[in-house]
Each structure stands twice: as structure tokens, then as C-alpha cells.
């Protein structure tokens, strides 16, 4: 009896991994309850200082974004790599503020849409509505802004780290915002929400696992491209809308664009794949700096898991 006591209480005990994995949860929880009492101005602000420090150390994210951007813009000025810099620290300095509970009933004054009334006449006809955005701006910040007003389920490809993971599930949830994983369990989430006429929503210029895409232009450049975003469409005909929120300057607030696609994605999924990559590189043009342009979305595929 004493025996078996004390293996029980042996197996309670955490392992040392899962001690680390507690402590890192607990501190970066703490650092983002600390900034987000800070004024939103002061932390953008940060980020265009931090920015400017982060541009002149060189890595490799420099550097895959020096060779994106001439992709994209071959005269582009070098002050182009240290803008997208300063925005990528804007984003993440500034998260801590949007995600906090005490602030979430800003939204609505600090994000200003012109197209809510397409919205609504577009979830109207039934069909529901699928969004489709790029890694510009404070992407991190559409769902939760869009699901104030309209249920919306996303497609959401978990980190890599479980401390951080948990952390961003914990924050960024909201009532009408379902995250679903990005494999089959998922999709059938996405395919019910898409049965109820309501929104669901990708960030489709990350490469999918091998078997999921196609080859398609990027900005000129053959990138391994999601061809779900069209299988999805054609169950019902779903209007597409290319969305972005982009961060105005000087602490001024976001601007939601929203941008509907002119006609249905083709059959073909290949044709698919350079209609809506067209329709992200519309929407980066209109605010280049704010693009995440050191992702390596020219990297091949990974193997699916079976």
C-alpha cells in the first residue's frame, strides 16, 4: 500500500521538461500582462526603435527578406527592408495590448471598416463567406476583430513550442471565434461552418504539406501554393473576399480592407492558385512595408503526415 502510494506520488510529479515548459508559460504570460498596460503608441513606438536595431543585425530572416522584396520590387529602396522590419516588432510588441481582456472593448474605435454593409448583404445570400488574407499587417488581429460582429472559424497551424502555443489559445479566443488545426479534423470543421452560411477564413500563402497544393507565380517566383481555399469554394459557390488590417501611423488605429474577388476561383486548382496569389500580391501592393517578407514561401513543401 505505501509502495503503490509512492509511485503514485512519483508519477504526479512533473518532469523536468514539463517544469520548463510551466516557467516559460508563466513568464511570457506575465511579460504580455505587463505590456499590455502600456499605452498602444508607446509600444509602436518601441517597435520602430527595436526595428531599426533588429535591420541592422544580420540573420537570416534579413536576409530572405532582402531577396524577397527584390522578387517583388527590384527598385525598391534598402529603406524598405527596414520598414517591414520596424512593422514585424510593431506586430508582436503590440499583440500584448490588443489580446488584453481590459482592451478588447476597443476594438471597434481602434479598427475602422468601410465594408461592413457588403459584409452583412454578402452572409445574407446564405453561401456563407470565405476570407482570405496575407501575412500583412496585424493579421494576428482578424479574427478576433472580424468575430465581434460575424461568427468566424479559422484555419490555425499550431507553434512548434507548447508554451507558446498554450499561451496564444489562451489570449486570443473570443466567443465567436472557433480556431480549427490545420489537417482533416479541421477541414470538416471549416466545411460546417461553410454549411451554415457563416465565414471562414485562411492565411493562404503559407506552403502546405506535400499532396495539398500546387505550384503557382508569387511575385514572379514559383511558390508551393494551397489549393483548399478552391475545393472549399466550390462546394457552394462561396464568395471570396481578400481582407487586410492594416496598421495606420502614428497610433492612429487599423484600417480593415476588403477587397471581393470579381469571379469564382477557376476549376482547374492550378489557374486557382495564380487567381488568388494575384489577389494577395493586390493586397500586399497596397501596403508592402507591412508584409512578413522573410517567410520562405519559395521553400519546398514538406511531407504530409500519414
Known amino acids: ?30 511579460v ?25 543585425v544580420p540573420g537570416t530572416y ?7 522584396i527584390a522578387f517583388a520590387y527590384p527598385d525598391a529602396p534598402k ?21 488584453s481582456p481590459r482592451n478588447a472593448h476597443r476594438l ?6 468601410d465594408e461592413w454593409p457588403l459584409i452583412d448583404r454578402t ?32 484555419i490555425f497551424k499550431e507553434p512548434r513550442m507548447q508554451w507558446l502555443s498554450t499561451l496564444i489559445n489562451s489570449i486570443r479566443l473570443s466567443p465567436q471565434l472557433t480556431l480549427v488545426p490545420a489537417n482533416q479534423k479541421g477541414v470538416k ?32 517566383q514559383p511558390a508551393y501554393t494551397i489549393t483548399l481555399v478552391q475545393r472549399m469554394q466550390a462546394i457552394r459557390q462561396t464568395p471570396i473576399f481578400t481582407v487586410g488590417l492594416e496598421r495606420l501611423d502614428h497610433a492612429r488605429g487599423y484600417h ?20 488568388m496569389n494575384a489577389a494577395l500580391e493586390d493586397m500586399i501592393r497596397r501596403m508592402p512595408s507591412q508584409y512578413l517578407w522573410g517567410y520562405n514561401r519559395y521553400k519546398n513543401p514538406r511531407p504530409a503526415k500519414t
Open 1 to 30: 500500500m505505501v509502495f503503490s502510494f509512492f509511485i503514485v506520488s512519483l508519477m504526479a510529479i512533473p518532469s523536468p521538461n514539463q517544469l520548463a515548459s510551466a516557467a516559460a508559460t508563466f513568464l511570457a504570460t506575465l
Open 79 to 99: 529603406s524598405l527592408q527596414r520598414q517591414s522590419m520596424q512593422q514585424l516588432i510593431c506586430m508582436f510588441l503590440e499583440l500584448p495590448y490588443l489580446w
Open 62 to 68: 534579413k536576409r530572405r527578406a532582402a531577396r524577397n
Open 256 to 275: 480593415f480592407h476588403v477587397v471581393p474577388m470579381a469571379a469564382p476561383l477557376s476549376e482547374d486548382p492550378a489557374i486557382a492558385a495564380v487567381e
Open 189 to 220: 470543421g471549416l466545411l460546417r461552418t461553410l454549411m451554415r452560411g457563416q465565414t471562414i477564413g485562411f492565411l493562404p500563402d503559407q506552403v502546405p504539406a506535400e499532396g495539398d497544393g500546387v505550384y503557382a507565380p508569387f511575385f514572379g
Open 123 to 154: 452572409l445574407a445570400e446564405g453561401k456563407g463567406l470565405i476570407l482570405i488574407s496575407p501575412h500583412i499587417g496585424c493579421f494576428e488581429m482578424l479574427g478576433p476583430f472580424y468575430s465581434q460582429r460575424h461568427p468566424a472559424t479559422v
Open 32 to 56: 504580455f500582462r505587463v505590456l499590455g498596460l502600456l499605452p498602444l503608441s508607446l509600444l509602436q513606438r518601441l517597435g520602430v526603435m527595436l526595428g531599426w536595431i533588429g535591420w541592422l
Open 108 to 113: 471597434s474605435s481602434l479598427i475602422s471598416c
